[in-house]
């Protein structure tokens, strides 16, 4: 008599299905990675981080004499600027040094028209337009007209200094990487180098025909400065710029050079 066949039991049945199911699900997993990996080939490079592209517009030109200083003289306590005769003329690219102290920025002050002068007289062309970005930072801080700080954010005042709708707006703040993160907080509680990237931004925007930039490197990273130096070197109005930096005054074609020490001006060259 041949032997029955020995008749499976449930729970070979059940072993049988789970490595079955096993190996079906590792099957599956596989065929999903190599698709995976197929995409990833197709893909040529990954995408490039945007990098900033400062453009400064020139606005059309004024007159041939821009601002000019006749026996100027300002008296703040025991510190006095001048008596200075100075005129800046259209197409003048001119730096402005000096040790702290020396006057550099009250002699800006005084050329713009903004710091009363003690004595003398101070004209400026009817067809200048100034794009400014001034030591301390406070065209975009937020202030009132009674200069008090208030809450409006950087987009608002940012809106408010350009004539942008809000997409324009946000769009070029976006690229000085300002982004909604920046632009819906208080103007009032940005950083330094958050003002100065909100202010490269405004001269973008509303161009100028004379650049007048009172330590602008201050606060910026090697790539903002490398862009600032370039639209710097191809603008094509007037630049009075003061900066104690000497790789920007190296980078940037200057033609005229006034020195200062205690609120005098010691030398006056072209270059």
Same mark, same amino acid.
């Given at each position: 008599?041949? +032997? !029955?066949?020995?008749?499976?039991?449930?729970?070979?049945?059940?072993?049988?299905?789970? +490595?079955?199911? /096993?190996?079906?699900?590792?099957?599956?997993?596989?065929?999903?990675?190599? +698709?995976?990996?197929?995409?990833? *080939?197709?893909?040529?490079?990954?995408?490039?981080?945007?990098?900033?592209?400062?453009?400064? @517009?020139?606005?059309?030109?004024?007159?041939?004499?821009?601002?000019?200083?006749?026996?100027?003289?300002?008296?703040?306590?025991?510190?006095? #600027?001048?008596?200075?005769?100075?005129?800046?003329?259209?197409?003048?690219?001119?730096?402005?040094?000096?040790?702290?102290? /020396?006057?550099?920025?009250?002699?800006?002050?005084?050329? #713009?028209?903004?710091? @009363?002068?003690?004595?003398?007289?101070?004209?400026? =062309?009817?067809?200048?337009?100034?794009?400014? $970005?001034?030591?301390?930072?406070?065209?975009?801080?937020?202030?009132?007209?009674?200069?008090?700080?208030?809450?409006?954010? $950087?987009?608002?005042?940012?809106?408010?200094?350009?004539?942008?709708?809000?997409?324009?707006?946000?769009?070029? #703040?976006?690229?000085?990487?300002?982004?909604?993160?920046?632009?819906?907080?208080?103007?009032?509680? #940005?950083?330094?180098?958050?003002?100065?990237?909100? *202010?490269?931004?405004?001269?973008? !925007?509303? =161009?100028?025909?004379?650049?007048?930039?009172?330590?602008?490197?201050?606060?910026?990273?090697?790539? !903002?400065?490398?862009?600032?130096?370039?639209?710097?070197?191809?603008?094509?109005?007037?630049?009075?710029?003061?900066?104690?930096?000497?790789?920007?005054?190296?980078? *940037?074609?200057?033609?005229?050079?006034? /020195?200062?020490?205690?609120?005098?001006? *010691?030398?006056?060259?072209?270059?």
């Amino acid at each position: 008599m041949s +032997k !029955a066949k020995k008749k499976p039991n449930d729970g070979d049945k059940i072993q049988r299905n789970l +490595k079955m199911n /096993s190996s079906e699900q590792l099957a599956g997993k596989a065929a999903r990675t190599d +698709k995976q990996m197929e995409r990833l *080939v197709k893909v040529e490079k990954p995408r490039e981080a945007w990098q900033l592209q400062l453009e400064i @517009p020139l606005s059309e030109r004024g007159g041939d004499v821009v601002a000019r200083l006749s026996n100027a003289t300002i008296t703040r306590d025991s510190f006095q #600027l001048g008596p200075i005769d100075l005129q800046v003329s259209f197409g003048d690219r001119i730096a402005i040094v000096g040790h702290n102290g /020396s006057g550099k920025s009250t002699l800006i002050g005084a050329l #713009l028209g903004r710091t @009363p002068l003690t004595d003398g007289s101070q004209w400026m =062309g009817p067809g200048v337009v100034i794009g400014e $970005l001034e030591q301390a930072r406070n065209q975009l801080a937020g202030r009132n007209d009674l200069g008090e700080l208030t809450n409006a954010t $950087l987009l608002e005042v940012f809106m408010a200094a350009t004539g942008l709708l809000v997409p324009d707006a946000r769009t070029l #703040l976006a690229k000085f990487n300002l982004a909604a993160d920046h632009v819906n907080r208080p103007a009032a509680s #940005l950083s330094p180098g958050e003002r100065t990237r909100a *202010v490269l931004a405004l001269l973008m !925007a509303n =161009g100028a025909n004379c650049l007048v930039l009172d330590e602008p490197t201050n606060h910026l990273d090697m790539p !903002a400065i490398e862009q600032l130096e370039q639209a710097l070197d191809t603008f094509g109005g007037t630049v009075l710029l003061v900066t104690h930096d000497r790789s920007l005054l190296e980078s *940037v074609r200057i033609t005229r050079t006034i /020195s200062l020490d205690a609120g005098r001006i *010691v030398s006056d060259h072209t270059s």
